[in-house]
């Protein structure tokens, strides 16, 4: 075979970079570079994904099925390996019932092609209701504001980053994370571009970042008060008259009566204690908001990760709504991703159908939130979860409170995990299934260009082939889902079943490109790739710039992606598309929702009762080099200085007796961790701040580099009580602690 290039997707981060691989005669990875020639990333590439090589032929990557016996897991066979989950989740589901078996689905399953195609399948033929992800430690509070503001829970506006003058940043370092829920490859580029376009770029974060730095003006925000100065803007827009033209919202939204009056209160004087953020720094960012040409505010996981988290993500929008930014170029925009059919008509948006069982949270989006994982585990009673099945996921690291989660996992009947990993959470599975290594596996990202600066689809095929009897993750999966439901059918018939139910329903779908065709004549002219791909073509057929299964020759298929745009496919900027976006019951943009009302009245009692607390609050945060949990086992990526440190303001070091390099004590109401102090001014008095994702000096794990770079696990001292009520998601961000100096 011999030497030879390949072009694939990076998988790691939201980013969404085109890499060019060189592999030996072996199929080792020998050297990665940006695809220079990806229309989209055009040669961008970070340090992780120049490290993909070492990931992939990382020694600790698990090569076949693990099974535990007493503290120490064995290789087994496939089969025995899927035997042994048919046999044991039988089990637990005939003794305790179908909700004792739980699902946890983890960051990286929304980076592949498997996860989004077949994790919900493995949900639905358990038949929980108790079913986690990592958005409810993330997203999810957009999800539940764009829910509620435009029908589709989907349906999040990112900003338009190429041709916007004016940014307005709430809790997002992209200098660090590279962007998200907003995938845009060389996400510094295109600010430092919004800049010398004579574009301004405004970033509010506790700490002075990268991106601050980067940006023409920071503000420090006091942890968890975004909610008191998005509210204060808002105040401002109505107050100064500044409010967007009633053409451009006449007849489109409701509620703009209502939230005027609900932001009566909330004068930039009233807010500026409690947020750290001066009043007249308030009006003025209102007055540039309103004047900019096109602007677009944006806010990510330090805005979500909060108990206001849902308001935070309500209120960005509603900003982008006022200053007529919606939906417009350079403001906030819908994209159009390719793989996604138009026609298919959703349901408004609803949450709480079903509630938890100790805490009586409300499902949202079909899961419940991870924060109270933990109390379904332990807690007693019908219902109680005995089993769980992890996707892709850490949470004995990633979880508020991970600590007491990780105790629980060690209690559970039955446990298997997919994960290429042998790590703080799958040391706990029965059986671990890995996924191949990332050059054997299929790349399209269903889940993140939904949320790209620009429409883009890019399909890279595996570029090693799996061995013989070597289960891709899609089979992984698919074979879960069959044996969840109790037979020992082919997992092909999975595909097979939702292709056919799929062509059928689009073949009478009003609107859609194959009505009134022969479901079977369609099912005929399908990619002959995999099952896998098989799905993929035909969503890509059926989607905005699909060929309708032949309807429009010139348009797209998989088998076009695959051999024409081998680097990927530009389809163009985002274009207006909010009447197409909208599913709302009243057909318009709710700018007001009675649910969102009522906590702001909570928001106004908090402004009225409380004085800001004087005691240290933690945030997180985010480095380049790191990707949450789960990248800490490669040594180019761990070499250099630790930088699983305590950030902390020198005024606060010094108050506290504490220099850089001293070793001190972090107390939260759930435990308490030991760190090494860093004294620096970019961290604003009174906060502290320690990553997430370390603490890797758990026995029973096979991550040898990982383990000599432990670090701690901040998730011991955030608290799973803690929770925004309206989303259920985590709150990371605010977490009231003490901070001691340990005796040197
Ligand atoms: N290198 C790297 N890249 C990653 C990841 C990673 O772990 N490492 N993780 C990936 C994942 S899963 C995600 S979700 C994304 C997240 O991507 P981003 O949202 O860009 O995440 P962060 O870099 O954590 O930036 C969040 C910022 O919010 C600030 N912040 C904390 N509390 C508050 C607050 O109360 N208010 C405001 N306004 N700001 C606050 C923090 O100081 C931090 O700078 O990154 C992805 N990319
Ligand atoms: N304190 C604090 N906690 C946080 C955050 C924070 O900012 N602060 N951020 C939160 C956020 S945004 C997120 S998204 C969560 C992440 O939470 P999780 O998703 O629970 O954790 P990860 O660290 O992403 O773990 C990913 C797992 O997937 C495995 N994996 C990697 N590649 C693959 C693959 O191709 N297939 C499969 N099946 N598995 C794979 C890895 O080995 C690892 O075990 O953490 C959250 N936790
Ligand atoms: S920015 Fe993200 S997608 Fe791009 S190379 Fe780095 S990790 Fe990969
Ligand atoms: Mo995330």
Redesign the pocket.
């Known amino acids: 075979m011999g030497d030879r290039t390949a072009f694939r997707t990076c ?1 790691l981060c939201e980013a969404l970079c085109g890499l060019e691989l060189a592999l030996d005669d072996a199929g080792t990875v020998t050297r990665v570079r940006g695809d220079a020639k990806d229309p989209f990333s055009m040669g961008f590439i970070c340090p992780k994904g120049a490290t993909l090589g070492s990931l992939d032929g990382d020694p600790d990557r698990l090569a076949e099925p693990l099974v535990r016996n007493g503290e120490e897991h064995a290789p087994i066979g496939w089969d025995e390996a899927f035997e042994t989950v048919r046999d044991r989740l039988s089990d637990v589901i005939a003794r305790h019932g179908r909700d004792s078996v739980a699902v946890y689905i ?4 929304a980076h ?1 092609l498997a996860g989004p195609l077949y994790a919900g399948a493995i949900v639905k033929a358990i038949g929980t209701r108790n079913l986690f992800t ?1 958005s409810t ?2 997203q999810m509070p957009k999800h539940v504001a764009c829910g509620h503001m435009f029908g589709d829970p989907l349906a999040i506006p990112v900003p338009d980053l190429d041709r916007t003058d004016h940014l307005l940043m709430l809790g997002a370092n992209p200098l660090e994370s590279n962007g998200s829920l907003c995938s845009a490859p060389d996400f510094p580029g295109r600010l430092k571009a919004i800049r010398a376009r004579g574009g301004k770029v405004v970033v509010v974060d506790p700490r002075r970042t990268r991106t601050a730095a980067l940006a023409d003006e920071h503000m420090f925000i006091r942890p968890g008060t975004d909610a008191f100065l998005l509210m204060a803007l808002v105040h401002t827009l109505f107050a100064e008259d500044l409010v967007a033209s009633p053409e451009h919202l006449d007849g489109r939204v409701n509620g703009l009566d209502e939230l005027r009056a609900l932001a009566v209160d909330f004068a930039p004087e009233r807010v500026a204690e409690t947020t750290g953020v001066e009043a007249s720094t308030i009006r003025r960012t209102a007055r540039e908001l309103a004047a900019a040409g096109r602007a677009a505010v944006y806010g990510r ?1 330090g805005t979500c ?1 909060q108990a206001y988290g849902t308001l935070n993500s309500w209120l960005v929008d509603v900003l982008n709504v006022l200053t007529g930014n919606l939906d417009r170029p350079g403001g906030a925009m819908f994209p159009l991703p390719a793989h996604a059919p138009a026609y298919r008509r959703k349901k408004p948006f609803t949450t709480g159908r079903w509630r938890s069982r100790v805490r009586g949270l409300p499902e949202v989006n079909g899961e419940l939130p991870v924060a109270t994982l933990v109390d379904e585990i332990e807690t007693p009673g019908e219902g109680q979860i005995k089993a769980l099945i992890t ?5 004995a ?4 409170n991970a600590a007491r989660l990780d105790g629980a996992l060690a209690g559970l009947e039955f446990m298997v995990s ?4 042998l ?1 703080e ?2 040391r706990h599975a029965t059986v671990v299934l890995p ?1 191949p290594r ?1 050059v054997q ?1 299929p790349h399209y990202d269903v889940a993140l260009v939904g949320l790209a600066v620009r429409n883009y689809a890019r399909y890279s095929p595996p570029i090693v082939p799996l061995p013989d009897g070597r289960p891709s ?1 899609s089979d992984i999966l698919a074979r879960l889902a069959v044996l969840a439901s109790g037979t020992d059918g082919d997992p092909a018939a999975l595909d097979e079943v939702i292709i056919t139910s799929t062509l059928a329903k689009a073949a009478t779908a009003g609107g859609s490109p194959v009505q009134g065709r022969d479901p079977d004549e369609l099912r005929k002219m399908l990619d002959s790739g995999t099952p896998t791909e098989q799905r993929l073509d035909m969503m890509l057929r059926l989607g905005p710039y699909g060929d309708g299964f032949g309807a429009d020759p010139s348009g797209l298929t998989l088998t076009k992606l695959r051999t024409e745009h081998p680097h990927g496919l530009d389809l163009g900027a985002l274009e207006p598309r909010l009447e197409q976006v909208l599913c709302t019951t009243s057909g318009r943009v709710e700018l007001c929702p009675s649910t969102f009302a009522a906590v702001v009245d909570r928001l106004h009692s908090a402004l009225r009762a409380a004085r800001p607390s004087n005691g240290m609050v933690l945030i ?1 945060r ?1 480095h380049l080099r790191s ?4 990248l800490h086992n490669l040594p180019e990526l761990v070499r250099g200085s630790n930088t699983c440190t305590l950030q902390l303001n020198p005024a606060d070091a010094d108050r506290l007796g504490v220099t850089a390099g001293d070793s001190v004590r972090v107390v939260s109401r759930t435990g308490a961790v030991e760190a090494v102090a860093e004294p620096t001014d970019t961290v604003m008095p009174g906060v502290v701040s320690l990553p ?2 370390w603490g890797h000096d758990r026995p029973g794990t096979r991550t040898g580099v990982a383990h000599q770079h432990a670090g701690v696990n ?2 011991a001292v ?1 608290d799973e009580r803690e929770i925004d009520p309206l989303s259920g998601n ?1 709150v ?1 961000n605010g977490v009231p602690v003490t901070v001691e100096a340990l005796a040197r």
């Not at 983890?106 to 399953?109: E, I, K, S, V």
């Not at 997919?418 to 990993?421: F, G, K, L, Q």
């Open positions: 998988p983890g960051n990286p399953t592949s990592a430690a993330d996981i990760t996707i892709g996921g850490n949470p690291l990633s979880a508020p997919v994960d290429p990993y790590n959470t799958t996924p990332p596996t993750e997180g985010r990707n949450n949990s789960w997430h994702g901040v998730n955030t985590a990371f």
